[in-house]
């Protein structure tokens, strides 16, 4: 059990700048997850915590040690790679105990402790075997042994479900989860895969070129995105971005978007130092559009270019006002490619971005959590498909 | 070089038929006919008929040069009991282990690890220099040493006396030159060797808290053991066959003190003019290199529990 503090952490190499200016905490026995996409220095991140890659600057604390300068081996630390990494030429048990036989630990001991963790991995038939005789959930489960028999303060994981199929992938995932439960040990995780990041993580960071964008639970990553980068990333089918204008008077901010003005709801206010009328890129997920059907529909109106039915949902592909966009729409629907829907967008869930710099503008701290049986809808409220 | 599913086919096996069970039609045999053809012709002919000159009475010069005839185990019974034979046994034994086994095998490899570890223009450099001795044809290698180990040369000079150090310790020296020559080429097999060994097992062992030299020594070293075998014997059979080093620099003196089994073979058959024997001095060197050549083949094919990359789901 420990707590990680890492501090204005830097690593570079050469010119360019792996992990820039990373600060960031993890609580004791908490799940945290490293997100972003390939190269934005998740991994490396994850590697000086190990203590294989050393920071250029800054400080990585472990429970206020200082561990800059400790080598990997002393820093109890446990840590899953992507590949695994079993040791080729031993067998499972050999590999569960290589470990612990160089530490020269008790043997009895450790022979107990072995038979426990490959009795809670369900690897207890599988001792004998080769890495290579095993399938990659089997390895996986060997690698994920090794890493507690260490009995680690600190659990790192990298990609470590990224070699498995979709439906072992899930199963594991929620054996991870229950690991998690079990053991508690803190556990830094990463990830380019928002699916696992939004299942299984208590906080999620997310990265981008080396930088830390956004801390924080999963909800609120997703409900308040700091940037459009964040925004963008989390979610799938991805937020819409489209061009419009925020303007602000003393009856609140309004947001001209698709040739239409919605007004944000009360609890919505302006960032400090965001210009009170400007341009500004305007988020929507896919979600929080419903594509109505119905004529009287004040809205604006879009023609389906392309309709992705998933069964219990479709995803349609729209063209409004020269603007492209996806909206999610229920399943079992009778649209085809052509037709003319009327859009109604959620203005609880509308974001609006600096065009620039695509930082967040609009304060969503007076949101209040959402119980919506329904969306709130935007200009007009009338039934939907 | 080694197939994921692990299994052995040859060319010559429909990918139907069952391991193990070999299948040759008509085109197999075709196609495998000239192969076979220049095999005879060019190896097995020669190498049969200098099995049989070896029980035969022929001489380089005199009567029986021509009129040789089959003398049975005569010159068999004369093998086995010729103290020289035996001693050149032991020789052969000697120059092929410390050189090949221990020396080219060890430098080799920590030649390997320098250039995997080391800075750029030192690897290099150091790369250059090794590679080269390799390539040098063995004459220039054996004058090379002759040169840096008799009376005057370098070696000599930096002891600050005249004696002649190839002669005082003529098998030390020979073995010296064969593994410099020879290091180059172990080091080329073992740093591609080294390079198969996954990145992150040797983190992963570094993550368990084992020092650099437990994981060299339980990690790199078991998983690259394929390599290192196939290594010794390529080695041990080079040096087997490097003749001309050993009999530039010293022909198997001073007395016989290098007199290695191919070096009493020539001495036999163009010296002494008992070509007989010498081709039965040959055979045996022959039969050494059949025993490593087997090894080698057996070792390097590819088996059911080797090492396979990880990862992919099985």
């Not at chain 2, 089959?70 to 034979?85: C, E, P």
Request: hydrophobic share 45%; net charge neutral.
């Amino acid at each position: 059990m420990a707590t990680v503090s890492i501090e204005q952490v830097w690593r570079r190499f050469g010119p360019h700048s792996a992990v820039a200016d990373l600060t960031l905490d993890v609580r004791d026995g908490e799940f945290l997850v490293l997100l972003g996409p390939s190269g934005c220095g998740k991994t490396t991140s994850l590697r000086m915590l190990a203590g294989l890659e050393r920071p250029t600057s800054g400080i990585i604390r472990l429970d206020d040690r200082i561990v800059n300068d400790v080598p990997p081996g002393e820093r109890d630390v446990g840590m899953v790679f992507q590949s695994y990494a079993l040791y080729p030429h031993m067998n499972v048990y050999r590999n569960l105990a290589f470990g612990p036989r160089i530490r020269r630990e008790n043997k009895a001991e450790t022979h107990k402790a072995l038979l426990e963790v490959s009795e809670v991995l369900g690897l207890s038939a599988l001792l004998d075997r080769r890495p290579s005789e095993l399938s990659g959930g089997q390895r996986q489960r060997v690698a994920l042994g090794r890493a507690l028999l260490r009995r680690p303060k600190l659990f790192l994981m990298d990609e470590p479900l990224s070699n498995l199929d979709a439906a072992l992938r899930g199963q594991v995932r929620a054996e991870l989860v229950r690991l998690h439960g079990q053991y508690k040990i803190t556990t830094v995780y990463v990830t380019h895969d928002q699916v696992e990041a939004m299942t299984m993580a208590d906080k999620i960071a997310v990265m981008f070129a080396g930088r830390l964008q956004q801390a924080g639970t999963a909800q609120e990553v997703f409900d308040n995105p700091v940037n459009m980068m964040v925004a963008t990333f989390i979610g799938s089918p991805p937020m819409n971005i489209l061009p419009g204008h925020l303007s602000e008077d003393e009856s609140g901010i309004r947001i001209e978007v698709l040739g239409q003005t919605l007004r944000l709801p009360s609890w919505a206010s302006i960032k400090g130092t965001h210009a009170s009328a400007q341009q500004v890129s305007v988020g929507i997920r896919p979600t929080d559009i419903i594509a109505d059907t119905l004529a009287d529909c004040t809205g604006p109106r879009a023609r389906i270019d392309f309709v992705e039915s998933m069964g219990a949902e479709t995803f349609l592909t729209l063209t409004c006002a020269s603007n492209k966009l996806i909206c999610r729409a229920p399943g079992r629907l009778r649209l085809n490619v052509g037709d003319e829907v009327g859009l109604v967008l959620d203005v609880n869930y509308l974001y609006a971005f600096d065009y620039e710099g695509g930082n967040s503008i609009i304060d969503r701290s007076g949101q209040a959590g959402d119980a919506r049986p329904h969306p709130t809808k935007g200009v007009v409220t009338h039934g939907t498909i | 070089m080694r197939p994921e599913n692990g299994e052995r086919r040859g060319w010559w096996k429909s990918s139907a038929a069952a391991d193990g069970e070999q299948q040759l039609d008509a085109v197999g045999i075709l196609l495998l006919l000239p192969a076979t053809l220049l095999l005879v012709v060019m190896f097995i002919g020669p190498v049969g008929f200098a099995f049989y000159l070896g029980v035969t009475n022929i001489a380089l010069v005199g009567p029986t040069a021509q009129h040789f005839h089959f003398t049975g185990l005569k010159n068999l019974h004369r093998l086995v009991n010729d103290r020289l034979f035996w001693e050149s046994l032991k020789l052969t034994a000697i120059f092929l282990g410390a050189s090949a086994v221990v020396g080219v095998t060890i430098i080799g490899m920590a030649l390997a690890v320098l250039m995997q570890h080391a800075v750029t223009w030192l690897r290099t450099v150091v790369g250059a220099i090794v590679v080269v001795a390799w390539m040098l044809p063995p004459i220039t290698a054996a004058l090379l040493w002759y040169a840096f180990s008799t009376t005057g040369g370098t070696l000599s000079l930096l002891s600050g006396s005249d004696s002649d150090i190839l002669n005082d310790f003529p098998m030390t020296i020979v073995c010296l030159a064969n593994i410099w020559s020879t290091a180059g080429f172990s080091m080329l097999v073992l740093s591609s060797g080294l390079r198969t060994v996954p990145a992150e097992v040797l983190e992963a062992g570094k993550m368990e808290g084992a020092s650099r030299w437990q994981i060299f020594r339980s990690l790199t070293l078991p998983i690259m053991r394929p390599t290192i075998v196939t290594n010794v014997l390529l080695v041990t059979l080079l040096s087997l066959a490097n003749f001309s080093l050993i009999y530039i620099m010293t022909a198997g003196g001073p007395g016989n003190a290098t007199n290695i089994l191919p070096i009493y073979s020539y001495q036999q058959a163009f010296q002494f003019n008992k070509l007989a024997y010498g081709a039965l001095l040959g055979d045996v060197v022959v039969i050494i290199a059949t025993v490593f050549a087997y090894l080698y083949v057996r070792v390097s094919r590819p088996s059911r529990a080797g090492y396979r990359p990880q990862g992919k789901l099985a």
